[in-house]
Each structure stands twice: as structure tokens, then as C-alpha cells.
């Protein structure tokens, strides 16, 4: 195991995405979203995802270094047409006019087109919570995901990430994807090359299966909780792409890049003004402490921000298999 401080980790990562021809402020982006995500421990969307990252630049999928174009009527709905970059790009460009919007009319709304989104969504909510503020964000992603009893996969995994402010600790944070495993961890379990749980995904039949590699070739993931799962995959379908106007997930379509694995859709983000509310980050630990008290040790966030207080003192895991893997594309 190797310990890198966060800054070089994020230096190194910079560097890797400026050689595959990225401008240096989305690889900076890049760079710090993905390096967080290996430091508090979403190893899924850390430096595992690299080599997605490179096979789909090199692809010619998308337009990684778009300028994404902000649309703004004044009104509390924020439109931004991400131009086929990354959405953390266009979050980070519109961020102020939100921030102001939000302060001044306690509420407002990221319609997010066009966008390529590949990490946790937690970093794009953990910010605003962090800023006294209520925020919810859905993404979609490409099709890997069959309705409860289907066949053909028409969700993807689409995550969903809430952060709200809480008095005397951390903002209060949690991050899940609407299916029932990230499709990250069955790569990882793939790789690794053990069984999934039961009832996680279907083979190429529409057969329940454990083994990973058969959800991977030609079979796919089930939303968490059936039908009640599925209803909440659906909506998100519906927040982040037919809202926003960006792509459903059947409707990615990469044939023509080979070695594209990023998802060009959509995402919506709702922001809230709590202080318009009295007491609201006094009542949300409140909550946080009832929920403990009722026998609930571990809250959503909490091993997050343990495995980021380790690696603020000892530097983030790497393995040696890893470093190499990134030095292998400077």
C-alpha cells in the first residue's frame, strides 16, 4: 500500500488528464472530483475509473473540452447546455449564479444538458451543504438497468445525492444509485473475481445470476427494491433527461466510439435556502440524534468522513498496481 497527501494525488491526476489532451481547468476538475472520491473511500469512482476515463477521451466521444452555455431568464430554473463535457464542469460554471439565485429567492434549480457524468454524486451536493444550503441531485446514466421482470435494460443506475446542513457536525450527506449495486462495484467484483450478492442482477436471458462478468456481458443490474426501485429509476429517467433535455439512458448511443464508457445525459440539482426556516440545521441534528439514539451507529457520511480524516493524516491508499497504472499514461 502506498500513501499519497491529497494535493499530490491531485497533481498527478492533473497531469494525467492534461497528456490525454484535457484543458487544465477540466483537468483540475477532474482531478480533484476523482482524487476525493479515492480518498474517502467510493474506490468505485477513484482512480478505478481512470482507465474509462482515457479509453473514452481517446475515443473521440463527446467534446470533453466544451465550454458549457448558461442560460439564464432571471427566474429560479438555471438551464446549462453542457455542450457534451463533463457535468462537474458545468456545475463549477454556473455555481455562482446559484449561489445567488438561491440567497436571493430561497430556491433554485439546475437543468443540466449534454453532460458527461462518471463519479459520485456526493461531491456535486456536499458543497451546498457545507454552504448552509438544502441540496438534492439526480443523474442518469446509460442503460444497464431492466425494470423488475424485464428483459432489456432501460435505466441506468441513476444515482441520487442529498446534503443539508446540521448543527455542531458535518453536513449531513448520502449518496445511493437506484440500482441495486453501483455498476463501478460489479466491475470491481469482476475484476477481483467474486460472487454478488443475490438478487443484484440478471443475466442475458433475464435469469438471476450472481456472477458479475454474466451482468457485464449482455446481462444487467436490477433496481434496489423491485418495483419500488424501479419507481424511483423511472423518475429519475424523467428529472434528469426529459426536464433538463438531455438524453434518456436507452438513448446513449456510442457504436461509432469504440472505447467510449462515459454517459452523455443529464442531470437536475434543487437547491434550498434553509434559513428562510427556523432552527432547520438545529432540528436536523436533532433527527441525527434520535436516529442514533434508536440503535443506528453508522449515519450516511460518517464512514466517508472517517476514511477522509485518515487520509488527511497518513495520505490516500494507492496500491503500487495503481500508481503504475496512472504513471503508465503520463
Not at 477513484?46 to 431568464?73: H, K, M, Q
Not at 460489479?186 to 433475464?206: K, N, T, Y
Request: with cysteine.
Amino acid at each position: 500500500m502506498i500513501r499519497l497527501p491529497f494535493a499530490d494525488l491531485v497533481a498527478l491526476l492533473a497531469r494525467l488528464f492534461r497528456a490525454q489532451g484535457l484543458r487544465a481547468e477540466v483537468a483540475q476538475v477532474l482531478a480533484e472530483n476523482c482524487a476525493a472520491c479515492q480518498r474517502d473511500g467510493a474506490l468505485s469512482h477513484g482512480v478505478f475509473r481512470i482507465p474509462a476515463y482515457v479509453s473514452t477521451l481517446r475515443s473521440g466521444w463527446g467534446a470533453p473540452n466544451a465550454e458549457p452555455v448558461i442560460e439564464d431568464n432571471g427566474a429560479a430554473q438555471i438551464r446549462v447546455d453542457a455542450r457534451g463535457g463533463f457535468a462537474q464542469v458545468a456545475l463549477q460554471a454556473a455555481r455562482p449564479l446559484l449561489l445567488d439565485r438561491v440567497r436571493a429567492q430561497g430556491v433554485a434549480v439546475l437543468a443540466l444538458r449534454n453532460s458527461q457524468h462518471f463519479s459520485a454524486l456526493w461531491p456535486d451536493v456536499e458543497p451546498f451543504g457545507e454552504a448552509g444550503l438544502v441540496a438534492l441531485s439526480v443523474v442518469n446514466s446509460m442503460a444497464v438497468v431492466v425494470p423488475p421482470g424485464g428483459t432489456t435494460p432501460v435505466f441506468g443506475t441513476n444515482p441520487m445525492a442529498f446534503a443539508c446542513p446540521r448543527d455542531g457536525e458535518p453536513p449531513y450527506v448520502w449518496d445511493q444509485a437506484g440500482s441495486a449495486l453501483a455498476h463501478g462495484d460489479v466491475q470491481i467484483a469482476a475484476r477481483q473475481g467474486h460472487a454478488l450478492p443475490e438478487g443484484c442482477g440478471v443475466d442475458a436471458s433475464g435469469q438471476l445470476t450472481t456472477d458479475p462478468n454474466a451482468i457485464l456481458e449482455g446481462g444487467a443490474l436490477l433496481p434496489f427494491g423491485g418495483h419500488k426501485g424501479a419507481s424511483l429509476a423511472m423518475t429519475i429517467e424523467i428529472l434528469a433527461a426529459a426536464f433538463t433535455g438531455g438524453a434518456f439512458s436507452s438513448e446513449v448511443d456510442w457504436s461509432a466510439h469504440p472505447g467510449a464508457k462515459i454517459p452523455c445525459t443529464g442531470q437536475m440539482l434543487l437547491l434550498l435556502d434553509p434559513d428562510r426556516g427556523a432552527g432547520f440545521a438545529q432540528r436536523v441534528r436533532q433527527l441525527s440524534d434520535a436516529v442514533r439514539a434508536a440503535g443506528q451507529d453508522r449515519l450516511p457520511g460518517d464512514r466517508r468522513r472517517r476514511l477522509r480524516a485518515e487520509a488527511e493524516a497518513q495520505g490516500v491508499a494507492l496500491t503500487e498496481d495503481d500508481l503504475a497504472m496512472l504513471q503508465s499514461y503520463l
